[in-house]
């Protein structure tokens, strides 16, 4: 299988793996080319993986290049990802596929009318943790899905990241930071979610940058709900929960609560970090305790990049391929759902649906390695 010369735009914290992993892991992707606003950004990078650092328009017009992962932050998703689909090439970006709904309907469209692959993360429910559960769910081992309940609680990003500002502004926060790994893994496992009803605050008005930062001790103005709480309505009757929050104290920022819990008619599961694509998988019978279920399925280490290249293969085999844009918006339709629930008090009913994802083979395609 011929690689597919590949471009990425954005050097930040979260390139250094999607360009490990798509210069050195993925057969199907040839990286030639990565791109920044701070050009000196783009060129330690460029350095160390052995490619060109360029500008962005240079990146866009350069015909060599077919496809483009978007890793820039998420204010921006949209914006690049619409450059990338007008430029001719494949596009992939980094979560959410945008902040504003009506702004990933437009990427759909675009990417539809233009014969091109749209693609968003994450790709971590293609894991071995995820797909190993959905084996189990699927083989019928906790019977009828009932209910599922999801937690994300955490302290906030100031305790790591080392720009975490746009964490609280305008396009941040947990539920577009985080969300996108929950629903997702939740939608890939469960199916369409049809209403949501939710509630929102913001605990702290300002945040203090901590942890090994040159900036420790710098103060964030928060701008936007650091918690929000909802109700999940599936379209085959399921009924579930998701808390996303930013607002454990400091340093008590280790919650107990399960990742992501379904019960089930036959029993239970409890799903591993949606943001990891490991395990470990606990299943509980009837009357039995949780076990830990032995993984089925590969790809456990940081794959960051493996929807981009599943992407890029199944449109190289399929040609009515376009990529997992339809669920990455659904996704994004159930998030902006969420919030403008939280503000308004009202239902939201889901609008866009998307084609199931389906479940990854036990063996290791050749396109990966």
């Not at 992707?29 to 650092?53: H, N, P, R, S, Y």
């Not at 992962?69 to 690049?80: D, F, G, M, S, Y």
């Not at 504003?100 to 993360?121: P, R, T, Y």
């Amino acid at each position: 299988m011929k690689p597919i010369k590949t471009g990425i735009i954005g050097c930040g914290m979260i390139s250094e793996i999607y360009l490990k992993n798509c210069c050195d892991t993925f057969r199907i992707t040839d990286v030639v080319a990565c791109a920044d606003l701070d050009m000196q950004k783009a060129k330690e990078k460029a350095e160390k993986f052995g490619i060109e650092a360029c500008t962005v328009d240079e990146l866009l017009s350069n015909k060599e290049i077919e496809a483009i992962i978007n890793l820039t932050v998420p204010i921006a998703h949209a914006e690049i990802s619409k450059k990338i689909l007008i430029a001719g090439k494949h596009a992939y970006s980094e979560k959410p596929l945008a902040i504003e709904l009506n702004d990933g309907e437009e990427l759909l469209s675009i990417a539809g009318k233009l014969g091109l692959c749209l693609g968003a993360a994450p790709d971590t429910f293609l894991g071995g943790g995820i797909q190993s559960a959905k084996k189990l769910i699927d083989d019928g081992l906790i019977g009828d899905p009932i209910t599922v309940n999801a937690f994300l609680m955490t302290r906030g990003p100031e305790n790591f990241h080392p720009n975490p500002d746009f964490f609280y502004q305008y396009g941040g926060g947990p539920l577009l930071d985080f969300g996108p790994y929950y629903i997702t893994t939740m939608v890939s496992l469960l199916g369409a979610i049809s209403k949501v009803s939710a509630f929102a605050k913001m605990t702290y008005p300002e945040r203090v940058i901590l942890g090994n930062n040159p900036r420790k001790g710098e103060k964030i103005k928060v701008q936007i709900p650091t918690h929000y709480s909802a109700i999940l309505e599936f379209e085959r009757g399921i009924t579930g929960t998701i808390t996303v929050s930013f607002d454990l104290p400091y340093p008590y920022w280790e919650s107990k609560l399960p990742y992501i819990q379904i019960e089930g008619s036959k029993g239970s599961i409890i799903i591993p970090d949606p943001n990891k694509f490991e395990g470990p998988v606990l299943l509980r019978k009837l009357n039995g305790e949780y076990e830990e279920m032995p993984l089925t399925h590969s790809f456990t280490e940081n794959m960051r990049g493996m929807g981009f290249a599943y992407m890029l293969n199944k449109r190289s085999n399929q040609k009515d391929y376009k990529g997992n844009g339809d669920l990455a918006l659904h996704v994004l339709d159930v998030m902006t759902g969420i919030d403008r629930s939280a503000q308004t008090g009202n239902v939201y009913s889901v609008k866009h649906k998307f084609q199931m994802p389906e479940s990854l083979p036990q063996d290791m395609p050749e396109y990966f390695y």
